[in-house]
């Protein structure tokens, strides 16, 4: 069982920056893929990038592609989202999740999620 928690959402300027943080429990964390996902009003469950239990292989979705950088420290059982550039289009809820097993930009295909956390862009 993996409890996941994030936070460092906000309301940002666009152009601004923000760093999300997702805090997890258990001691297998190192094997677990982990991904972040945003959902805004209306609309389905998007992927915004996946990273390998080493954190030696990511993926980002095209549309976040040189603006967002997921990393992890498996010391601190952290996964983090980095997201400079904001934009008001990344306004959204966005949640992390954990897959045990290699990454996958399919939500349908993570075990577990956190409770998400608001993401606020203004123009």
């Known amino acids: 069982q993996v409890q996941l928690v994030e936070s460092g959402g906000g309301l940002v300027q666009s152009g601004g920056s923000l760093r999300l943080s997702c805090a997890a429990s258990?001691?297998?964390?190192?094997?677990?893929?982990m991904g972040w996902f945003r959902q805004a009003p209306g609309k389905e469950r998007e992927f915004v990038a996946a990273?390998?239990?080493?954190?030696?292989?990511?993926v980002h979705a095209d549309s976040v592609k040189g603006r967002f950088t997921i990393s992890r420290n498996n010391a601190k059982i952290t996964v983090y989202l980095q997201m400079n550039s904001l934009k008001p289009d990344d306004t959204a809820v966005y949640y992390c999740?954990?897959?045990?097993?290699?990454?996958?930009?399919?939500?349908?295909?993570?075990?577990?999620w956190g409770q998400g956390t608001q993401v606020t862009v203004s123009s």
């Open positions: 999740a954990a897959r045990s097993s290699f990454l996958s930009r399919l939500y349908r295909e993570y075990d577990y």
């Open positions: 990273i390998t239990g080493s954190g030696l292989t990511t």
């Open positions: 258990g001691r297998t964390f190192s094997s677990y893929a």
